[in-house]
Antibody, heavy 122, light 107 residues
Framework: QLQLQESGPGLVKPSETLSLTCTVS??????????WGWIRQPPGKGLEWIGS???????YYNPSLKSRVTISVDTSKNQFSLKLSSVTAADTAIYYC??????????????WGQGTLVTVSS | DIQMTQSPSSLSASVGDRVTITCRAS??????LNWYQQKPGKAPKLLIY???SLQSGVPSRFSGSGSGTDFTLTISSLQPEDFATYYC?????????FGPGTKVDIK
């Protein structure tokens, strides 16, 4: 089964760019049935979908974050990445990467990374 | 955006109880509805997809039903390992949105 692991700095200064990478193992990021997604969860709060990307580079984002988010994919490394610019304390959250099974009739997040806490603070 | 609501926001139940959680969408999402379980300090885990399909490896005491705007997650006989927070998610449109969660704790 797929395994996903987030990596990146746990502390980012306000106004800077948050950068995280998700490494996929036990499967190919070039799978035609998967998108690859990012979800975040502020401490003690609910889940927010950030966006997803296909191995071809086709992506879609949450409009509430779209102006600040870039998700990219590196098929040679079996990785995909998240960049969130101009961060504030409101972006402090646990960030999860996940595989997004996608077919004509269904779409769901079936495998998740363990999550990584990113704190925005000076 | 499609807004998702859940009720109740929390509930207390005993081992062996039948538990039902409701999720409502602000517009029809046909059957594009998933349920996740999250335990403290852990990533969410997929339980049910496409409203009523049980994810592989998930115990059969979990079931989902509904279509359109109203959905339910049922745990037929609550087990100690089921105490957690449950989220619904719609994947009918972008942005994907989650419900606020239902926390199930021990009575």
């Amino acid at each position: 089964q797929l395994q996903l692991q987030e990596s990146g700095p746990g502390l980012v200064k306000p106004s800077e760019t948050l950068s995280l990478t998700c490494t996929v193992s036990s499967g190919s990021i070039s799978s035609r049935t998967y998108y690859w997604g990012w979800i975040r969860q502020p401490p003690g709060k609910g889940l927010e979908w950030i966006g997803s990307i296909y191995y071809s580079g086709s992506s879609y984002y949450n409009p509430s974050l779209k102006s600040r988010v870039t998700i990219s994919v590196d098929t040679s490394k079996n990785q995909f990445s998240l960049k969130l610019s101009s961060v504030t304390a409101a972006d402090t959250a646990i960030y999860y990467c996940a595989s997004e099974m996608t077919t004509v009739t269904k779409n769901y997040l079936d495998y998740w990374g363990q999550g990584t806490l990113v704190t925005v603070s000076s | 955006d499609i807004q998702m609501t859940q009720s109740p926001s929390s509930l207390s139940a005993s081992v062996g109880d039948r538990v039902t959680i409701t999720c409502r969408a602000s517009q029809s999402i046909t059957s594009y509805l998933n349920w996740y379980q999250q335990k403290p300090g852990k990533a969410p885990k997929l339980l049910i997809y496409a409203a009523s399909s049980l994810q592989s490896g998930v115990p059969s005491r979990f079931s989902g039903s509904g279509s359109g705007t109203d959905f339910t997650l049922t745990i037929s006989s609550l087990q100690p390992e089921d105490f957690a927070t449950y989220y619904c998610q719609q994947t009918y449109s972008i942005p994907r949105t989650f419900g606020p969660g239902t926390k199930v704790d021990i009575k």
